[in-house]
């Protein structure tokens, strides 16, 4: 058997399951930390997830800060305004409690605490000099970014209408806890969002021109998951097993493109979300299979394993129809969460799809899509995705 040679990198310490955020005091005692500067945002407060993890540190004898103000797909200011109030006093350990927007907003604050600078000037791959000295808890409350176990920070410039990616082995969180138990209250849509980002995770790291034999190992458990578990986790929350398989698939997905990458879903998703504020999840949900049907003909294989994986009956087809059929069965996914099927249903201008191609066409993760477009290319899926 031939096997490529591939370098796999996973910087972070995991710690996996139903109640491990209950182990939060004793693991921070691990680092060494009396000082504690906590990065989450309001609907993470106001769901009482922030109480469950800040008192029992309290308890502990840790003294907290809890910085709050983040939004959704943060924005450069925002990393500032957190890093100046961590800089305000003298902490020895973060903690990200959220989604990938906490999560991304405490990767940039140790950025700006470690180099100084603005944040823009980090955009890219290997631009942060050296590690910040203060270590990075990262608890997720949903199940999409992997941002828990990845190099990657995703910003919003709205100054500039586009969303930049700081990529750095610096910014890996040092130790993961990863509790399904608190993505028990993610509403539905936060749940659907999430959830398909972290398939376009899988799908897209499966088929990437960097795909290797351990990523893809994870890449297509994950998958499997997200099929199996997401449609669930939507309808019941409270549903602890689909949640679990929900947190897992994440998780893998993120372990999986932290080294294959990803491609032009995302690429066109940082252009989308750029010019018209539309939400990641969402955006990625949307794009996902339109670019899913323009890569299939690069990798006819692995689409037809992505359809097994998801479920779809291909015994006795064509290996091009096969898969094609993984196309049809994450439009059905979509359909089935109740995610936007079309751009003009987000309010999105027809007028602004030749500058979102123009701008998708500068993004990083383009050069790891299995099959490279041209401008036209992409300015052709939009406009079947309009």
């Known amino acids: 058997m031939s096997v490529p040679s591939f370098q796999f990198r996973l910087g972070t310490t995991i710690l996996f399951g139903a109640g491990t955020a209950e182990q939060l005091p004793a693991r921070a005692a691990e680092f060494g930390a009396r000082r504690i500067f906590v990065v989450t945002d309001q609907g993470v407060r106001k769901a009482g997830l922030l109480a469950r993890i800040q008192e029992p540190l309290m308890e502990a004898g840790f003294r907290t800060t809890v910085w709050d103000e983040v939004e959704p797909d ?35 604050v140790r950025v700006i605490a470690g180099s100084g600078g603005h944040i823009r000037d980090y955009a890219g791959v ?25 190099v990657f920070a995703v910003l919003s410039d709205w100054e500039n209408k586009v969303k930049i990616t700081v990529t750095s082995p610096h910014l890996a969180p040092d130790l993961a806890i990863v509790d399904p138990l608190l993505t028990i209250g993610a509403p539905p849509g936060v749940t659907a969002a999430s959830g398909v980002d972290a398939l376009a995770h899988a799908i897209e790291a499966f088929v990437s021109q ?25 309808a019941d929350g409270r549903d602890l097993e689909a949640r ?57 294989e692995k689409f037809r394993t992505i359809a097994a994986a998801l479920g779809r009956g291909i015994a006795g ?22 995610l936007p099927r079309r751009l003009r249903d987000l309010g999105v201008a027809a007028s602004s799809l030749a500058g979102m191609a123009r701008d998708a066409m500068g993004h990083g993760m ?12 992409v300015l052709e899926i939009l406009r079947k995705a309009y």
């Not at 893998?252 to 032009?264: D, K």
């Not at 790891?368 to 401008?375: L, S, T, V």
């Open 74 to 108: 943060p924005g450069l200011e925002t990393i500032h305004r957190a890093a100046a109030s961590f800089q305000e006093d003298k902490y020895d350990l973060i903690i990200a409690l959220g989604g990938g927007s906490p999560i991304d907003t405490a990767k940039g």
């Open 126 to 150: 290997n631009k942060v000099p050296k590690a910040a000295g203060v270590p990075l808890i990262a608890l997720p409350t949903t199940s999409g970014t992997g941002s828990e176990v990845t």
């Open 317 to 338: 087809l064509p290996l091009d129809e096969a898969a094609l059929e993984a196309v049809a069965a994450v439009f059905a996914l979509t359909e089935d969460l109740g």
């Open 210 to 234: 960097a795909s290797q034999p351990p990523a893809d190992a994870l890449a297509l458990r994950a998958v499997e998951l997200a099929g199996t578990n997401l449609r669930t986790a939507v």
């Open 244 to 300: 679990t398989g929900m947190a897992l698939g994440s998780l893998l997905a993120g372990m999986a493109f932290n080294n294959a990458f990803l491609g032009l879903t995302h690429s066109i998703g940082a252009a989308l979300s750029g010019h018209a504020h539309v939400g990641h999840g969402v955006a990625i949900g949307l794009l996902l299979p339109y670019v899913m049907e323009y890569n299939a003909v690069a990798r006819p």
């Open 366 to 377: 383009l050069r790891m899509n299995p099959r490279p477009p041209a401008e036209e290319d």
